[in-house]
């Protein structure tokens, strides 16, 4: 009976395990899916056998986690060992999860101190980010030690709560998997060996870097050399990556075929003899990242050569998904070359507002300038927001400098420029210019203490472009061989659109001037208003042409309106009540106005009337009267006429600076009382009219009267008393004492006289005078020639004229 018993006992045993064996797989998904599917891990294959030596042999499983797929094959298994031929991973982007906030916890492995040691003979990892799979082998010789070869060389370490190990990599095996277009990375060379460590929160890397970037931009090759130790730190709760860089060394060199990168200017070769072809960049202790805000302490790049050059980029933070919005940075630059004395920049950078300052000093100008300098020193400081996709605000300092400059056949002295330039939110614009100058010169011209202010507003936003200009100009003197103006201010306003309109208030030796001119690329009319003003002002230029002349009262005015371009321009002019002094000649209440124009580099002036009250040159010259006009450049007096000794004179024409022409003077009616007794110490006493007509020659500065004639008008009567010369003949010739004794009281019938003058003055009468002796009863035909210096004469005539001693007294000691 218990035999039977156990037949039927153990035929349900072998029944049940003949079952479970036949239905393993269906019995044993059934036992651990649901506890796997509690891991998040979904089996979705697995298919084992047990072999005759009692191990596991699965042909296939099949296991999903977070949307990675791995499938393992041939599979055997036993109390010692794992063996995996092969392996397939496929990584995929890992899904969304509602436990994506919660962090990440240290390392707690509940680790066997005894289980079979796995390998894995081949694995394939897949992903769309690896332009290749990767395939590797893994071996674990110890519990918990695991040593990777095939692409990637590696060991590893596994504990309770650490996982540490080694790895190598190359550019060689980067290049294979990474699936990237980016051309740098075929020129880029590098190899590590790094020791890391994950304590389930933190990672860790650590080891040596050697890496070289040859890239070739057109002529231009680049080589930059990385060498050194690199520490990487990530956290996984704070998303917080690390670098250590300080123990980097990096090398950047250039090929001087790189400076023909440079477009082809003036300035090319300047600047390629600045630029250095090596450089060292210096990174900081630490580099981190964290949270998409990137932090770099200091990077430092620096040439290595006598063109110094040394950037300081310090404090640097962004945002890397908006890396210009949000960068904060300073910058610093020093550069100094054999032709730079030195060049500095400091700047700071807060998302869209930059602020700093710089400041430049060269002994001399680069050669490309057309120009030669001394002493160049450019300073100032900016502050500028909201440059990035739109147009800045704030503003722009700078200040300029120069010892001494020579450009453009001008040199100038101690010239200091100050520029500031600012605009707002609503786009309203100010630059303003200041600028002082201690000297400059232009050919022949010399302008001394210069100081000008110079300010443009405008608005810069939708619409035509309307700038409203204003300057004030100060400039102590303009000094030429022919002339020299002092104390000049200009007051200028003016529009800027599509021309130019302004207004240039102006004093020249306190002359007063207003200029109008609309400037544009067609025209360019102008008009100058002369307001009506006391001609004394015009003293000072007058004295610099006659030093001796000098205008004593008067007012002028006028208007000229024109085109700059075509060089033409209309004129009206006018002089009232206007008096003038020169050496001991005055004239007085000269009045005129006139009307010209200029064209083609010709003045001409219309036929105007001019009016002169008086005229004293020792003898007095009364209301004068004439034309004058220029044509062609060639000023012409014609029709003159006044009153003189009691009668009148005439002049027909005269042209001003011809220097060969005669002018027919002619005089009637002229008191002969008046002319003879212009020596009233003579004795002489001539009365009667005289008529006459001197041709003066004008040749080539000299003056000269040539067959010139008086002739008497009407009778007349000459007396001669207590004349020294005219008793000293008689004591001397007694027997011409009667002949000459009828000249002493003589009725004269007929006049007739030869005139020549020469340049020297020296006057030469011919004299026939025919006359009636009332006392004698006797007729007289007397001839007599006479020989005097008329300049002499007038000379002292002018110096006895008591009405032109007053005036020289008051105005000559003035000076104006």
Known sequence: MFKRVGLIVGAVLLSTLLLGYVFRLPLLQWAIA?????????????????????NIHADKVCVNYQNQQLQLTGITANTKSVDIKNAVLTVNSLPKSDNANQGAKNLDLALPLNRPLISIKQLIVKSDELNKPLKISILEPELNKFNVTGDINASAILTANKVSGQFEINDTFLKQVINTKNTLIADFNFNTQQAFSFDGIELELNGDISSQLAHTYEQCKVNVLTTGKLTTHFNLNSQALMFNTDLLNNKINLTPSCTELIPP?????????????????????????????????????????????????????????SPLEYLQTNLSAQINTPDINNISVNAQLSGAVIKGDYAVILESLPEFVPATANGLSLSGHFNISEF????????????????SVDAFDMSAVQYQGDLTAKMD?????????????????????????????????????????FADLTAKTNIKAVNSPDIKLNNIKVESTGLQSRALKATHHAFINDVELVVNHH??????????????QSTLLLNALIRQFEPLAQLTEGEFNGYISGDINLQNALFNMGISHTSAL????LASDLNSVFSGEYNSGKLNVKPTTFNLNEFRAGAVVKAIEGQWQVNNNTALINDLKGSVFGGEFSLDSYTVGKPNQVANVKFENIDASKLVTLDDKSGIVLTGRLAGSLPVHFDSGKIEIIDGSLFSQGTGNLKITNNAAFDSVMQQQQELQPVLGLLTNLDIQKLNSSVALKNDGWLKLGVNLQGYNKAEQQQVNFNYNHEENVFTLLRALRLSDEITQKVEQQYSQKGN
């Open 265 to 321: 200017s003036e300035y090319a070769g300047f600047i390629s003899k600045q630029v250095p072809l090596n450089w060292q960049l210096k990174l900081p202790q630490s580099i981190s990242l964290e949270a998409s805000k990137l932090s770099v302490p200091v990077i430092n790049l620096m040439s290595e050569s006598d063109k110094q050059f040394d950037i300081l980029i310090t404090d640097t933070t962004l945002n890397i998904t």
């Open 34 to 54: 649901p506890e796997l599917k509690k891991a998040g891990i979904t089996l979705s294959c697995l298919d084992f056998s047990i072999t005759s030596e009692l």
């Open 388 to 403: 990035i996709d739109s147009k800045p605000i704030g503003l722009i300092n700078a200040k300029l400098t120069l010892n």
């Open 425 to 465: 939110k609503q786009l309203n614009a100010e630059v303003v210019l200041t600028q002082q100058l201690k000297s400059a010169e232009y050919k022949e011209f010399k302008v001394t203490d210069i100081s000008n202010t110079l300010t443009a507003n405008a608005n810069l936003g939708v619409g035509e472009l």
């Open 582 to 585: 020169y050496n001991d000649y």
């Open 519 to 532: 400037m544009s690329s067609q025209a360019h009319p102008f008009e100058v208003i002369i307001p009506e």
